[in-house]
């Protein structure tokens, strides 16, 4: 079977329009070990979640002179490379994976923006156990596996986070300042919740947000979370389905459209969330809270 990869997920950087932050995931059924095709030199850094825990031997390298592979078959085994050093791939399948990419120019801006050093060495390591790439990566399984694109704000949530664990854990650099003790101004509280209202679909980032607030980005989403309790993209979430229930407790209108206005990707992906937030189906929901009759879809 033959090797597939799914639709990345990207951010640009400058007039360039080059790629600063994408998530892909790469996956083929059953073949046997042959050389994979070798990843372009860049100026950039991958981290490679394996889905599935990944056997003994079924993945190995010739890594800037040094053999390596897999030791141990764990679940979400993290693997973190630099795409400027050569290296030759072997692989057998089934395999499935995700990919974070990273430029070096998104990494020493988040170093810059939390106050430490924009020069790091990563510090390789292959097919270990690493809980915070393990959890990000969980937390957007659904999607993923359903072939949805991620929001510009699920991907500046993640590229900030995976960014700072990368620079701290892997590449040396001190730790970041603490959480600030106060949140967002109330001028900024108001117009951050006034921005993300108007563009449910997540087509604003933590940028745009920050600028807004005359906050660097870092500092913006860390104030926000102390004002209101979560990430921002966490927060747009919850708008979405307040949205979404004023609708299905005022009108008939079909999920579908009640998806789509509230700013998710489709019907199913509106039922997932919904379902998993409060703990029933928008039609359950529908039928509990709204006089009349309803659509029952």
């Given amino acids: 079977m033959c090797l597939v990869r799914l639709p990345t997920t990207v951010r640009v950087l400058g007039r360039e329009q080059q790629p600063e932050f994408a998530v892909t995931r790469l996956r083929s059924g059953p073949r046997e070990m042959e050389r994979a095709p070798q990843y372009p030199a860049d100026n950039a850094i991958l981290i490679c979640v394996s889905l599935t825990p990944s056997a003994v031997g079924q993945w190995r390298a010739r890594y800037d002179g040094r053999e390596v592979g897999v030791t141990r078959a764990i679940p979400f085994a993290t693997t973190y490379i630099d795409l400027n050093c050569p290296m030759e791939m072997w692989v057998r399948g089934p395999f499935d994976y995700l990919h974070y990419y990273f430029s070096r120019e998104l990494l020493a801006r988040i170093a810059l923006d939390n106050g430490v050093s924009a020069t790091f060495h990563l510090q390789e390591v292959f097919f270990v156990e690493d809980l915070v790439v393990a959890q990000m990566t969980k937390s957007i399984l659904a999607p993923v596996r359903h072939g949805e694109p991620l929001d510009r704000l699920a991907l500046d949530h993640i590229a900030m986070v995976l960014g ?15 959480s600030p003790q106060h949140g967002l101004e109330a001028w900024q509280k108001l117009r951050a919740e006034e921005m993300l209202r108007a563009s449910l679909a997540g087509n604003i980032s933590v940028s745009q947000l920050a600028v807004a607030c005359s906050l660097s980005a870092s500092h913006f989403a860390r104030r926000f979370r102390h004002s ?30 009640i998806a789509l206005q509230s700013g998710f990707y ?15 189906t928008p039609s359950h929901w529908r039928r509990s809270n709204q006089n009349g009759q309803a659509h029952d879809e």
């Fill in 164 to 178: 700072a664990h990368t620079l701290q854990q892997h590449c040396g650099t001190p730790r970041f300042a603490s």
């Fill in 228 to 257: 209101f309790g979560t990430s921002v993209h966490q927060y747009l979430i919850q708008l979405r389905i307040d949205h979404a229930k004023h609708s299905l407790a005022h009108s008939d209108k079909p999920l579908a459209e």
């Fill in 266 to 280: 489709d019907q199913a992906s509106f039922t997932r969330t919904f379902r998993r937030i409060e703990r029933t």
